[in-house]
């Protein structure tokens, strides 16, 4: 037997040798390479707390934690309208530890005012989680019992009338409120506040006539008997106020559009995308969600991925021609 041991080795024996040892580095990469997540995950809220998102991302991330396996901790930074959040979501790393909530502000505000991000290409669109119904709310000592006294008062003293528009102007709520009065032919004063919290100490302190504000920031309030719906600014009426019309149900063809869901930075690995969604879809399902839900008069409106990066992208161009429209954009 000869001494192979000792022989050199061929060109081909060398590359062999050296596919093998990367194929080996390559594997074993794999396999050493952290599980996500593998430390707690912060979620941003661009809103106060006590606020519907604030709301509804806190309990399902109470839910979402069952499949993480880590601790989802909200970190609340309002704001600009959400820009101040949607900014340190864009500025994250792309490793799923800075994830946050997003709706329609997120490519509104770039029509209204120079932001510094794209909406479609420095975000990760995950899933879309809820709904968001609005109604028009006044405070219980007010002297209007429907719209159409409302609107009677409000065309007789439009110098007078005002009303709330969280998260702030050019969002859904005074864009549902502007087309409302186009059709009307009246022009009231909107008050834009940061969330529900403020807004709401607003129409119970009479600072403003009514509020356009969501049913989840406005249902203790209303459930205590300090104020009362007139209207609801969606397509359905709500199952615990029945009898509260809304704005189509009074000849309006008109509703407020605006779901949340969860977004990232740029670039976020597709195992780390498919992780967060499967977690929140599952969290959706849930019945301490789903009981929060229904008590707040709120729907789920789940979208996979794939479904919700598309209707971004539909709904970025009509909000910007929506917003242009009423002359809330920016000017070039």
């Given amino acids: 037997m000869g001494n192979t041991m000792n022989a050199p080795w061929s060109r081909r024996r060398w590359l062999c040798a050296a596919g093998g040892a990367a194929a080996t580095m390559a594997t074993t990469g794999l396999h050493a390479q952290t599980p996500y997540p593998a430390r707690p995950i912060r979620l941003i809220v661009g809103y106060p707390a006590g606020g519907f998102t604030d709301i509804v991302m806190r309990a399902a991330a109470v839910e979402a934690e069952k499949k993480l396996g880590q601790t989802v901790i909200i ?13 340190a979501i864009k500025n994250a790393a792309p490793d799923g530890y800075v994830i ?15 932001v510094a991000y794209d909406p479609i290409k420095d975000f990760t669109y ?13 405070a219980a000592d007010a002297p209007f019992r429907t719209w159409a006294d409302l609107l009677t008062w409000g065309r007789a003293n439009a110098q007078q009338v005002s009303y709330a528009v969280p998260p702030g102007l050019g969002q859904s709520a005074h864009i549902f409120m502007e087309e409302v009065a186009a059709r009307d032919k009246v022009a009231w004063q909107a008050v834009p506040y940061k969330g529900s919290a403020e807004s709401v100490t607003a129409l119970l302190g009479k600072q403003v006539t009514f509020s356009v504000d969501t049913v989840i920031g406005t249902n203790a309030i209303v459930q205590g008997g300090k104020a009362r719906y007139l209207a609801i600014a969606s397509n359905h009426r709500l199952k615990s106020h029945a009898d509260v019309p809304t704005m189509r149900d009074l000849g309006y063809n008109v509703a407020i559009d605006s779901p949340t869901g969860l977004g990232g930075p740029a670039g976020l690995p ?15 399902e849930q019945p301490a969600v789903i009981a929060l839900l229904e008590r707040s008069d709120q729907l789920p409106r789940y979208m996979a991925t794939d479904d919700y990066r598309r209707w971004v992208a539909q709904s970025a161009v009509e909000q910007r021609d929506l917003l242009t429209r009423y002359g809330f954009a920016k000017k070039r």
Avoid: C, Y
Avoid at 80 to 85: E, F, I, K, M, N
Avoid at 106 to 111: F, L, N
């Fill in 270 to 284: 597709a195992h780390v995308v498919k992780t967060l969604h499967d977690a929140f879809k599952f969290a959706l």
């Fill in 100 to 114: 946050g909530a997003v709706n329609t502000a997120v490519w509104r505000q770039p029509v209204l005012e120079d």
């Fill in 75 to 87: 970190e609340n930074r309002p704001g600009a309208a959400g820009v101040t959040s949607f900014l």
């Fill in 126 to 138: 995950i899933i879309n989680m809820v709904d968001n119904v609005f109604a028009v709310t006044v």
